[in-house]
């Protein structure tokens, strides 16, 4: 069983688009986030939500609306596509919004953006 | 200046070479440490978590914190090409609530 699952694994859009991006996790736990990784591996935290409730927010464009449903699922809507939008994706989850806690990956989902 | 700092590499290495590994970070408050492996086209994984200053031992790996000079390593003893992967290391304070992770070191064993 996937402990993180994220879907889709790969999106190629048109510029100007606008795309989601799910994810779930089965392990139990009330935090999960939204990191950004670009061609150089370096991974960016972009939200952070602990029981629904919104408690990391970066300096990222507004054309991204994070949401969660529920403490399994967090989304991440994209309006407007751009270029620079094309990295990777990665939904990680962790026990307890405090921090030192370990966090789990799911496998990403690669954004193209044409 | 980056709050970790990781050699970005690449590092090739023989196989049965001992690797190691380095970050430095800069944020006093920094306690818990972790180090992650990550395959091409595949999530971070954890490897190890250590919290402040000392070593921890998990097979062939090794962590290796030391508060004082604010440098975290991970040593990998007899190096398999399956180790072949990027390795970030991550740090956070007791207060903030997000992980700082390094720009990670891609590393090749070579058979």
Known sequence: ??????????????????????????????????????????????????????????????????????????????????LGDSAVYFCASSMGGASGQPQHFGDGTRLSIL | ?????????????????????????????????????????????LLMYTYSSGNKEDGRFTAQVDKSSKYISLFIRDSQPSDSATYLCASSSGSARQLTFGSGTQLTVLP
């Not at chain 1, 999106?11 to 779930?24: A, P, R, Y």
């Not at chain 1, 029981?51 to 054309?63: A, G, Q, Y």
């Open chain 1, 1 to 82: 069983d996937t402990a993180v699952s994220q879907t889709p694994k790969y999106l190629v859009t048109q510029m100007g688009n606008d795309k989601s991006i799910k994810c779930e996790q089965n392990l139990g736990h009330d935090t999960m986030y939204w990191y950004k990784q670009d061609s150089k591996k370096f991974l960016k935290i972009m939200f952070s939500y602990n029981n629904k409730e919104l408690i990391i927010n970066e300096t990222v464009p507004n054309r991204f609306s994070p949401k969660s449903p529920d403490k399994a699922h967090l989304n991440l809507h994209i309006n407007s596509l751009e």
């Open chain 2, 1 to 45: 200046q980056k709050e970790v700092e990781q050699d970005p590499g690449p590092l090739s290495v023989p196989e049965g070479a001992i690797v190691s590994l380095n970050c430095t970070y800069s944020n006093s408050a920094f306690q818990y440490f972790m180090w992650y492996r990550q395959y091409s086209r595949k999530g971070p994984e």
